[in-house]
């Protein structure tokens, strides 16, 4: 699977849109963008995944460029608690088991 | 309530001894997962199974078994093998094991060793 970067951390203000970058300059044609999040002491919550679409659900927006060798997961008005470190992952589509987990972003949502 | 549940929350035990931690799943799926996770860093694969009865190491599968009897339970053993076994366990699940498949995860157990 493709390796990902992602930067350490980021800020964002309450009720502000969190835009959280991930390059995947390597990625190939046949593997997923997938983003997680882990709140401090919690499982990691899976958040959406996508191929080459961008894509929308009730947590958030994922945009990928149409080279796919970078995304952007949007959290369109931040909360306290989306305070989390966050998990930008590319996996194949023939890929089994695990999912690599890199350092992700911290991403600390102010008042 | 359909979801992962891992027990205990919270693990002590002392060294040279064996302990069990639990995973159960009513998501009803094939696949099922455990990883390591210590301070600061991301998530390591130590066994996972896509079926009943069978199962496969993972990237630190050393001090470490499992066994998978029921679809619903994949329970993970920590031996006294295990050289650093303080650690955070989070198990997860998936419908399958294919790339395609979301894993999801249970609220982990976290492993002390006194």
């Known amino acids: 699977d493709a390796k990902t970067t992602q930067p350490p951390s980021m800020d964002c203000a309450e009720g502000r849109a969190a835009n959280l970058p991930c390059n995947h300059s390597t990625i190939s044609g046949n593997e997923y963008v997938y983003w997680y999040r882990q709140i401090h002491s919690q499982g990691p919550q899976y958040i959406i995944h996508g191929l080459k679409n961008n894509e929308t659900n009730e947590m958030a927006s994922l945009i990928i460029t149409e080279d796919r060798k970078s995304s952007t997961l949007i959290l369109p008005h931040a909360t306290l608690r989306d305070t989390a470190v966050y998990y930008c992952?590319?996996?194949?589509?023939?890929?089994?088991?695990?999912?690599?987990f890199g350092a992700g972003t911290q991403v600390v949502v102010t008042p | 309530d359909g979801g992962i549940t891992q027990s205990p929350k919270y693990l002590f035990r002392k060294e040279g001894q064996n302990v069990t931690l639990s995973c159960e799943q009513n998501l009803n799926h094939d696949a099922m997962y455990w990883y390591r996770q210590d301070p600061g860093q991301g998530l390591r694969l130590i066994y996972y199974?896509?079926?009943?009865?069978?199962?496969q190491k993972g990237d630190i599968a050393e001090g470490y078994s499992v066994s998978r009897e029921k679809k619903e339970s994949f329970p993970l053993t920590v031996t006294s093998a295990q050289k650093n076994p303080t650690a955070f366990y989070l198990c997860?699940?998936?419908?399958?094991?294919?790339?395609?498949?979301?894993?999801?995860f249970g609220p982990g157990t976290r492993l002390t060793v006194l």
């Open positions: 992952i590319v996996r194949a589509t023939d890929s089994w088991g695990k999912f690599q």
């Open positions: 199974s896509q079926i009943v009865n069978d199962f």
């Open positions: 997860a699940s998936s419908p399958g094991g294919h790339g395609t498949d979301t894993q999801y």
